[in-house]
């Protein structure tokens, strides 16, 4: 084991603000961008139920 | 066996028929990815020892590499399918592509600025202007002028193949960014990782890093294969299939 | 095949000849960019020679991406480009004649007047000679690879910025080696190696550019 205790495992040596600053911002990008992904693919299909049926309310009034 | 009792893969290059293989796989993926970089963190962390001259700084490595072959592998890879989109003309190539994009630039923003934080402590300075990373920059605009490339444009099948054009034109970038340490003995150390030789550092390190990567390249097919669902629905919306779909969801 | 190229040759020399203005902008463009800088960083001369090949080879580029405007838009908008694709000329040869013509009216004046902007700058004899001379490797490239971008973002709205955004990344590795060859003749570590790779882009760009730009034209024009 590497570290003795956890308040060394957070000092990282004294590099704790590179080391944690990189694994930080990589986590937290990654999850941005599945969070984006899911709030993109709700927005999609919310946007495309309303067009479909502005649609079927057009051919209903049309016929 | 006869021709039509025959299985193709081909059957999948239509969106109507990729959407839901995507869908199936996807959480798959997914699950591959959050065990991959579970183990690769365990190694980085609890399993690598600590370098000798650059102390605890050094496991940043364990995200910068793998993010940086990630970055230029995803490029190699949206560059292909827009290719073939552009050559074949078809829809579903180029889609992906353009769904390759973002998660090609986040990998990259991601490797230089974990560049950045190792290179400080380490060579004490924050940026340099090598070959290297000056390459790597410009695969991160290479990817926003794709993207940009591909918003501007409202024709969709001319976005498709402008974009493609554009990659295409770009790949020269990516030999530079990798051999550029070869060719140029800057800042930026050479590479230690090779087919030929053994490798230079040690085993642990390696297969730490060697375990983010694939953690990250099962991400990266786990979002784009969500994205990729999103566009098509974007892009079908005009089609039975699609309105069935939505309409089964809301 | 020569014959289509030296009437797309002509023809874009013509219209340049009879719009100077537009020629004379990008060259009045350049020279004030370049004079912005000592007013800007202050007149210290030893200030001033480090920073010249780098001040002059990025305005000789933003001169060059301004009139990338030039090159294919009024064609489209007045039909003619429709017509070249029409043709039975390999459109390769007309791409080629059109950037050849850019060079010449866009590039080369660049190319003369930077030793001039270069004493500005207090740089010495032996810089200016290759400072020129890169720029006079550079700036076709500049031309080439400005020219795939122009077609990429024909009639796209705010095709400005978005080719400036497409085409500066390419010109980073011109712009290194560039600036880097005045750099290296003023530091005394000799620009061959520089000239040299600049060389090979201008071939590079020679055998790529014109097809990748063919290409992004049939597609803007589908």
Aim: glycine share 8%; proline share 4%; net charge positive.
């Amino acid at each position: 084991m590497n570290w003795h205790s956890w308040s060394e495992f957070l000092a990282m040596g004294g590099y704790a603000l590179y080391v944690w600053g990189s694994y930080a911002v990589t986590l937290l990008v990654l999850i941005a961008e599945i969070v984006a992904l899911v709030m993109r693919r709700r927005g999609v299909i919310e946007r495309l139920a309303k067009y479909y049926a502005a649609r079927r309310r057009n051919h209903e009034t049309e016929a | 066996m006869s021709k039509s009792e025959r299985f193709s893969w081909f059957r999948f290059s239509s969106p109507q028929t990729f959407y839901p293989l995507a869908g199936t796989l996807q959480p798959w993926f997914a699950a591959a990815a959050t065990l991959l970089c579970a183990a690769g963190l365990y190694i980085s962390f609890f399993v690598a020892p600590t370098d000798a001259q650059q102390g605890e700084a050094y496991r940043i490595i364990f995200i910068h590499v793998p993010a940086a072959w990630m970055s230029m592998f995803l490029y190699l890879v949206m560059g292909f399918w827009s290719g073939v989109g552009l050559v074949l003309n078809t829809r579903l190539s180029s889609m992906v592509a353009t769904a390759l994009a973002p998660t090609g630039a986040l990998f990259t923003f991601i490797a230089l600025w974990t560049g950045a934080l190792w290179g400080k402590p380490t060579w004490g300075t924050w940026w340099v202007w090598d070959a290297r990373l000056t390459s790597e920059l410009i695969l991160l605009f290479l990817y926003i002028g794709f993207m940009a490339l591909q918003a501007a444009i409202d024709d969709q099948r001319r976005a498709d193949k402008a974009g493609a054009v554009l990659a295409l034109v770009g790949v020269i970038n990516i030999p530079i960014i990798y051999f550029s340490v070869k060719w140029w003995s800057t800042l930026h150390q050479g590479a230690s990782v090779s087919m030929k030789s053994a490798p230079s550092m040690a085993t642990t390190m390696l297969i730490g890093m060697l375990v983010m990567a694939l953690g990250f390249w099962m991400y990266s097919i786990a979002a784009v294969l969500a994205r990729v669902r999103c566009v098509i629905l974007e892009r079908e919306r005009h089609t039975e299939w699609v309105m069935e779909e939505v309409g089964g969801q809301a | 095949m020569i014959r289509a190229l030296g009437w797309v040759l002509r023809r874009d020399l013509l219209l340049a000849f009879r719009r100077r203005g537009d020629v004379v902008n990008a060259l009045v463009f350049f020279v004030i960019v370049v004079s912005l800088f000592p007013l800007g960083v202050g007149p210290e001369a030893s200030q001033l020679r480090n920073m010249a090949p780098g001040v002059l080879w990025v305005a000789a580029l933003l001169a060059c991406m301004l009139s990338l405007a030039r090159l294919f838009a009024p064609d489209h908008q007045d039909g003619t480009l429709e017509q070249m694709l029409l043709a039975g000329e390999p459109l390769v040869v007309l791409v080629m004649g059109k950037v050849i013509s850019h060079w010449l009216v866009s590039g080369l004046p660049l190319v003369l007047m930077a030793p001039l902007l270069g004493l500005q700058f207090d740089l010495p004899g032996d810089a200016l000679a290759v400072l020129c001379l890169s720029l006079l490797l550079g700036t076709p490239v500049l031309s080439l690879i400005g020219a795939v971008g122009a077609a990429l973002t024909l009639g796209v709205r705010g095709s400005g910025v978005l080719v400036a955004l497409l085409v500066l990344p390419l010109y980073v590795p011109v712009l290194i080696f560039g600036a880097g060859s005045v750099g290296a003749t003023a530091a005394g570590t000799g620009a061959e190696a520089h000239l040299l790779l600049l060389g090979g882009f201008l071939a590079l760009a020679l055998v790529l550019a014109p097809w990748a730009s063919a290409a992004a034209l049939r597609i803007a024009m589908e």
